[in-house]
């Protein structure tokens, strides 16, 4: 659906973009996760066409008209109503405004239909401009931070919008809610300093990136088991905070499968409990941007 | 909805109209009423000046035009000014600019709507309020050749059409509306300084705006504003070129 190639986009000396070949495959949803000024942005604003590429290329395999973009911080003009705000983009997209009623209700705006948008909250504006994102039955939709501005109702809603999309439509969505990603997103990239540090499946991410640790709880004394596990050489760093609780960093799971009882039990520990520490997107996320 | 009616709506909702209308046809049923009694209120005002004694010349049907045009020049100009700036700086709020640039192909779908409602509204204001300056004039002071009054008002609503089209150019480049008041207004307060030699003023559209007082009372004939008109039509022109150039090209 969207290929991009080598793709680079400078801001005076500024590197925005640096190489990138995003890959965002029909009907999935992808989720475009960034520390602030990675390029996310920037690199949305391109596949709109609302910027320009310095180098590379774009190729969006969708109908133009069928291509809705939501900006971060939606905003209309405040003397329009709901009702009207939505009739123009189905207008613009579709050339009916058969559905504006019903995406209205979808987006939980009902009551709030024929008042002027200059009263809404920036909440609803946010659920607003998703109502006028989905209103054109599109193809390809992609999203600025779709949940940033909203509480935990509203960004479960919008969560819920996206997730209907599935199916129907290829969304790329770019967030710094690592949790949202995970929750409705089947591909991930990860954008670092302009480039593109990771892309895959979510899954990928979480077993491929991040180091593997385990988390062990021995009776004290603590200092001594941690000392003699940081002396092996398949162990890459002891973590030991004062309590009974040792995180260890191991250079892979086969290691720590074949030789950590081994080790535990060569040094003395008397073992409560241990396991692999359950691997976040935060952490792969850090891992990959570090 | 439509843009076309997204217009209408912005300047009814937002009473844009209001302002407009209202500058022109106040300034249309002022000026005729301050020619005809310019002698009684400076004498209200208190007519003795040291000494000094102010003579006016009786009243004729021209000066009803000139105080009319005086005004509607400059305020009701500044007046069209702002409310073309507040249609066609459409990315001065980037959001905004977004929500209607990632859904039409080409952005003259955007602009067009916004630089014809504009057009219609200053110049149907413009001659509203001429007309009114006619009419009073008339009741006021004396009639005026029908045929001066409608060349002067043509030429002045093709000054307004080239205001419009420079407004339209610099929100293609400005980033906000107040920006693209405050670089239109100063290139129209540049343009009368060049006027001030008679040669070169004489070709600038600024002089169209003059129209309305100079051919009824006489000064100034059709044939004067040859040049002006000449020159206003092709910048214009160049000006909505530009302003849909700018606006295809720009980023947000």
């Known amino acids: ?290 | 909805m439509t843009l076309w009616r997204l217009e209408w709506m912005r300047l009814a909702r937002t009473k844009r109209w209001i302002a407009l209308v209202g500058v022109y046809v106040f300034f249309g049923l002022l000026g005729p009423l301050t020619a005809r009694y310019l002698r009684e209120i400076v004498d209200f005002a208190g007519g003795d000046l040291e000494g000094a004694t102010i003579q006016f010349p009786p009243p004729v049907p021209a000066d009803g035009m000139a105080q009319f045009v005086s005004n509607a020049v400059q305020i009701g100009t500044l007046v069209a000014v702002v409310v073309a700036a507040g249609a066609l700086a459409f990315d001065a709020i980037p959001e905004m600019g977004v929500f209607l640039r990632t859904r039409v192909s080409d952005v003259r779908t955007i602009l067009v709507p916004r630089v014809v409602v504009t057009v219609i509204a200053v110049l149907g204001s413009f001659v509203l309020g001429g007309l009114a300056a006619w009419y009073e004039t008339w009741a006021l002071i004396g009639g005026l050749e029908a045929g001066d009054v409608v060349a002067g008002l043509l030429f002045g609503c093709l000054f307004l059409v080239f205001v419009i089209g420079l407004v339209a150019a610099v929100a293609a480049r400005a980033s906000s509306v107040l920006g693209t008041v405050m670089i239109s207004i100063v290139v129209l307060l540049i343009m009368p300084i060049f006027g001030i030699s008679e040669a070169l003023g004489r070709w600038l559209p600024s002089h169209l705006g003059g129209a309305l007082a100079t051919i009824p009372a006489g000064t100034e004939s059709f044939s004067d504003y040859l040049p002006a008109t000449a020159v206003t039509v092709v910048t214009t022109v160049g000006l909505f070129f530009v302003a849909l150039r700018f606006a295809a090209s720009r980023e947000l």
């Open chain 1, 1 to 290: 659906m969207i290929r991009t190639t080598d793709l680079a986009k400078r801001y005076g000396a500024t590197d925005a973009l640096r190489g990138v070949d995003l890959s965002v495959a029909a009907g999935s949803i992808y989720g475009l996760v960034g520390p602030n000024g990675a390029g996310k942005t920037t690199l949305l604003g391109i596949l709109a066409g609302l910027r320009h590429p310095t180098s590379g290329s774009v190729q969006i395999d969708a109908d133009p008209h069928r291509i809705a973009v939501l900006p971060d911080t939606p905003r209309f003009d405040a003397w329009l109503t709901g009702r009207e705000v939505v009739g123009l983009a189905q207008r613009l997209t579709a050339g009916t405004e058969d559905r504006v009623e019903q995406v209205l209700a979808d987006a939980g705006l009902t009551d709030a239909i024929d008042r002027p948008v200059g009263g809404y909250s920036r909440g609803m504006l946010q659920r607003l401009g998703l109502a006028c994102t989905i209103v054109g039955e599109p193809t390809l939709v992609l999203l600025d931070e779709p949940a940033s501005a909203l509480d935990p109702l509203g960004r479960r809603e919008v969560l819920d919008l996206i997730g209907r999309l599935k199916g129907t439509a290829t969304v790329l969505f770019s967030s710094h809610i690592l949790a949202d990603v995970q929750e409705v997103c089947d591909t991930v990239g990860i954008l670092d300093k302009g480039a593109l540090a990771f892309q895959g499946t979510v899954e990928d991410l979480l077993v491929g990136q991040a180091v593997p640790r385990y988390r062990i709880r021995v009776r004290p004394p603590t200092d001594d088991v941690a000392r003699a596990l940081d002396r092996l050489d398949w162990v890459r760093a002891v973590e030991f905070d004062g309590t009974d609780e040792l995180t260890v960093t191991v250079s892979s799971l086969a290691d720590a499968e074949t030789k950590l009882a081994g080790a535990l039990a060569a040094a003395g520990a008397r073992v409560v409990s241990m396991g692999p520490e359950a691997v976040s997107l935060e952490r792969a996320f850090l891992e990959v941007t570090k």
